[in-house]
């Protein structure tokens, strides 16, 4: 597997072992790829021949694709009992698209919840969250009950880098760091490159907050889920929205928790609750540093779009679906030295959500189903009562 396009000159590789699991076919393969390097080329390269484990990992910078990669594969190695790396799609350049699944072995079919990040290439702060949010969980479920419920009923599927393509281009120099959509051509008569990921899902696809100018940042593709990208997500998630009960779609900038829909004459059959959950998802950010985010649909509280996984998400079934639009609120080149607040404020929203939908699933079930035993019973008594002394 290579991360470079052919016409890159001076480039530094290196193989990497990696454990995956294939998303068809369910099995674990090892194989090596070549990491490769441009923009810090010899600095990334000696940090993997002097072998540095991903424990000693720096979350509190921003790292190119290579890196995240290397890192990827060092979670498996280091945590191989909860977690595996799965393949499940290919880019426009024919990159592979990798998520880490995490959660401890069960011999039933889990719940699950989905996480992607750097959907927007610009995004910076968004995969590094989703790293933090990696440690953080296998930091603690050892030694949090709490966490290791998470791990034991939970599964988690965390994409730290969905746009390959367009992030691994945003590292290419000064002139590309703002780079946001896809690196698919234009269409027939249009030079302009790219698609807006989160414009291009089959939800009210093209309607509202689009461009069918294809030189736009906010260009929907020719067609809903015309990017590789995107219909790798789609084919990962689809078969298992069943299963799959919380989706998180992790952005920046503007400090906004939003909830479905984007399209401003349609409303979520469960509005409220998701509205409840963001309000206690905002309190539990504020709480840390006290950086305020507001609440509300993504047609409110932003503006009006369509075609975001988010919505498509929520559209096929997956009843609680998030967009977190992380620091800050003037600018994607968010400084390194604002990495940990963002990510650690943003793990207590997260994991507030990730708590509730836990609780009503495991916790509401179980109340229900004793209710209902007990409702049983007290009837079954009641009937033998009266058969006896009537």
């Known amino acids: 597997m290579s991360y470079l396009p052919a016409n890159y000159k001076n480039v530094q590789c290196t193989p990497v072992c990696k454990q995956r699991q294939h998303a068809k076919s369910n099995k ?3 194989s090596f790829c070549h990491a490769c390097f441009v923009t810090h080329g010899i600095l990334i ?3 993997l021949i002097k072998g540095h484990e991903a424990r000693n990992y720096d979350y509190t910078i921003y790292h190119p694709l290579a890196e995240i990669s290397t890192w990827m594969g060092q979670m498996v190695s280091e945590n191989p009992d909860v977690v595996t790396l799965v393949d499940y799609g290919s880019t426009y350049e ?4 990798s998520l880490l699944k995490i959660g401890l072995k069960s011999d039933v079919t889990k719940k699950a919840v989905w996480m992607d990040c750097g959907i927007h ?18 930091r603690t479920y050892k030694t949090d009950s709490k966490v290791e419920e998470l791990l034991k009923n939970l599964d988690f599927y965390i994409t730290p880098v969905l746009n390959v393509d367009g992030y691994l281009y945003t590292w290419k120099d000064n002139t590309t760091r ?4 896809t690196r698919s051509p234009g269409t027939d008569g249009c030079d302009c490159i790219g698609t807006d990921l989160n414009r291009n899902f089959e939800a009210n696809w093209g309607m509202v907050g689009v461009s069918q100018n294809c030189c736009s940042n906010v260009y929907p593709g020719f067609k809903a889920l015309s990017e590789a990208e995107a219909r ?7 078969p298992r929205k069943n299963d799959i009960v919380c989706f998180f779609t992790i952005h920046s900038y503007g400090q906004l928790i939003l909830f479905p829909y984007g ?15 963001s309000q206690a998802a905002a309190k539990a950010i504020k709480a840390v540093h006290g950086m305020t985010y507001t609440v509300g649909s993504f047609a409110e509280a932003l503006y009006p779009a369509a075609g975001s996984s988010m919505d498509w998400a929520r559209l096929i079934g997956i009843p609680f679906a998030f967009t977190f639009e992380l620091r800050d609120e003037g600018s994607f080149e968010l400084p390194e030295n604002q990495i940990l607040p963002t990510c650690e404020e943003t793990y207590a929203g997260v994991h507030s959500v990730i708590t509730y939908v836990h609780n009503k699933i495991f916790y509401s079930a179980a109340i229900t189903a004793s209710a209902t035993l007990w409702t049983t019973l007290s009837s079954s008594l009641l009937y033998f009562t009266l058969l006896y002394f009537t």
């Open 28 to 30: 674990t393969r090892t």
């Open 45 to 47: 390269f000696c940090r």
């Open 94 to 97: 024919n990159r592979t698209i």
């Open 121 to 138: 290439a610009r995004e910076w702060i968004s995969p590094a969250f989703c790293q933090y949010f990696v440690k953080e969980i296998l």
């Open 178 to 181: 703002l780079w946001r959509k």
């Open 232 to 238: 790798s997500v789609v084919d990962f998630v689809e």
């Open 263 to 277: 399209h401003p004459n349609v409303t979520a059959p469960n509005y409220n609750e998701l509205a409840e959950i």
